[in-house]
């Protein structure tokens, strides 16, 4: 891609699987350090092992349910203790459990879904962001979706906070400014391991609704993240949103 993060540290939240991995994976390659975030230990920890091995690059396996306040504080001071510094965060994990109606979302449903989507990446943005000021400068990066702007009905609230998510793009621009720079990259249908489980015929629907003909490829984030990463190449963008989602319609 020709982005260079050679000697940064960049975290990424759900980062052992799906998109979270392709980032960590194309982070490492532009030469940076990792820290691989996410509530499973071992897949973090797999992953790891495997930017240790292919590129010689740092990386820290976290376990880390970003819902929770604490965890959160937590994963930051595992990563300053490691590096002494975070360059770029990629707020990545996200969630959006199914439910028969909206009538019958329970408490416990609607809280998980703000919490992962939302509360964890406005609680990792404030300590991290708050320390990349003081330090002079990096990135905060976050994945959205076309729910955020498109909301269907059987995903209201993952809709609400990944709206909620756009927003804080906006305020934290704002607050850690000129500093920091934030950035949403808002996502379309893309082909993770997840779209294994979907239901015969919604990966020919969903291609209907895109101009591109098709849902996304994982490695088609990795352009867009690198690109928000590296302040050489994206130092006059903030507060803005990056669709990727093949032109949705």
């Known amino acids: 891609m020709g982005q260079s993060l050679e000697g940064r540290v960049v975290v990424v939240t759900g980062g052992s699987r799906g998109l979270g991995r392709e980032m960590v994976l194309a982070f490492a390659g532009a030469g940076a350090d990792v820290v691989i975030a996410s509530r499973k230990a071992d897949a973090c920890e797999a992953l790891a092992e495997q930017v240790r091995e292919k590129f010689g690059r740092r990386a820290l396996p976290v376990a880390c349910n970003v819902s929770d306040w604490a965890q959160c504080d937590d994963l930051t001071a595992a990563a300053y203790t490691e590096f ?48 990349m000021r003081e330090a002079g ?66 990966r020919a629907e969903l291609s209907k609704h895109t101009a591109a003909g098709r849902v996304g490829e994982p490695h088609e984030i990795v352009g867009a993240a690198l690109f928000l990463a590296d302040p050489s190449a994206s130092g006059f963008c903030s507060g803005a949103t990056i669709a990727l989602d093949g032109s949705w319609r």
């Open 84 to 131: 002494g510094r975070v360059d770029v965060l990629v707020n990545n994990a996200g969630l959006s459990p199914l439910y028969p109606s909206l009538d019958q979302v329970s408490e416990a449903l609607f809280d998980k879904v703000i919490g992962v989507n939302l509360k964890g990446p406005f609680r990792l943005s404030a300590l991290i962001g708050a320390r």
């Open 137 to 202: 400068g990096g990135a905060i990066i976050n994945i959205s979706s076309i729910e955020a702007v498109r909301p269907e009905p059987l995903a209201v609230p993952y809709s609400a906070a990944k709206a909620g998510l756009n927003a804080l793009t906006l305020g934290l621009a704002q607050t850690y400014g000129p500093a920091v720079r934030v950035n949403t990259i808002q996502c379309g249908p893309f082909a993770t391991d997840i779209s294994a489980a979907w239901p015969d015929g919604l």
